[in-house]
C-alpha cells in the first residue's frame, strides 16, 4: 500500500513539473499576422493573374488547332490560295445585293450564322453546265443545315436562265447582268466559286468546276458548321 502511495506521489510530482515547465503560447505581433494573412492572398491573386494571361493562348491555341482541322478535311476542294483582287484568303466577304427571278433580293450579309457557297456562272459556260447538277445534288442533301447556295448567274437576261431551268431547280438562283460582284471578288472566268464562314469571311476559292455532291464536300461543309 505504501508502494502504492509512493507511485502516486511520484506521478502527482511528474505532472506538476510537466505543467511547470510547459511554454505558453507566444502571441505575434500585429505586422507578422497581416503578412501571414496576406502571402495566401498574393499567392491566389498571382495565380489567377497567370491563369487569366494563359488562357486566352490556350483558347488561341486551340482555334488553331480546329481551323487547321477544318482547313486539312477542305483540301480535298483543292482550293486556291486567293487572287488578285481579294488578296490571300481569309478576306471578309464583299457584300452584294441581287435579285432572284421572283424579284426578291438577297443580301449576302443577312445570311451571317450559315454557311454559304457563292457560285458565279452562266448558262453559256459549258463547265458551269458541268458542275450544276452536283450543286443541286448538295442542297438537296444539306437541307436542314444552316447552309446556302447562291447560283449568281452574269446571263443577259433572266429569260435565258429560266429556259435552263426549265425543270426547276432547288438552287437559289441569282442575276447580276453587270457582273459588278464577280469583278469585286476577283472573278473573270467562270465558273468560280467561294466559301464563305458563318461570321461573314471567305475561307476558300475554288476556280473552275467540282463533283459538289461527294462525300468529301459535306465533310468540309460540316467542319465549317462546327
Request: net charge neutral; glycine share 6%.
Amino acid at each position: 500500500m505504501k508502494k502504492k502511495h509512493k507511485r502516486d506521489g511520484e506521478a502527482a510530482a511528474t505532472a506538476a513539473a510537466a505543467s511547470e515547465s510547459a511554454v505558453e503560447p507566444v502571441a505575434l505581433p500585429a505586422w507578422l499576422r497581416v503578412v501571414a494573412w496576406a502571402v495566401p492572398g498574393a499567392l491566389a491573386l498571382l495565380l489567377v493573374g497567370l491563369f487569366a494571361q494563359a488562357l486566352p493562348a490556350a483558347l488561341r491555341r486551340a482555334k488553331e488547332g480546329t481551323l487547321s482541322a477544318r482547313e486539312a478535311v477542305c483540301d480535298a476542294l483543292q482550293p486556291a490560295p486567293g487572287n488578285q483582287k481579294l488578296g490571300a484568303l481569309p478576306v471578309s466577304a464583299p457584300d452584294f445585293t441581287l435579285k432572284d427571278w421572283s424579284g426578291k433580293e438577297t443580301k449576302l450579309s443577312s445570311l451571317r450564322g450559315s454557311v454559304v457557297l457563292v457560285n458565279f456562272w452562266a448558262t453559256w459556260c459549258s463547265t458551269c453546265v458541268v458542275e450544276m447538277p452536283s450543286m443541286e445534288r448538295l442542297v438537296d442533301h444539306m437541307k436542314g443545315k444552316p447552309f446556302r447556295l447562291l447560283a449568281v448567274s452574269v446571263d443577259d437576261d433572266w429569260p435565258q436562265v429560266r429556259k435552263f431551268f426549265a425543270k426547276g431547280t432547288p438552287l437559289e438562283v441569282l442575276l447580276d447582268t453587270k457582273r459588278d460582284v464577280p469583278a469585286r471578288w476577283g472573278t473573270e472566268k467562270f465558273p468560280e466559286s467561294f466559301l464563305v464562314d458563318k461570321e461573314g469571311n471567305i475561307r476558300y476559292y475554288i476556280v473552275s468546276n467540282r463533283d459538289w455532291s461527294t462525300p468529301a464536300v459535306e465533310a468540309c461543309l460540316d467542319a465549317m458548321l462546327d
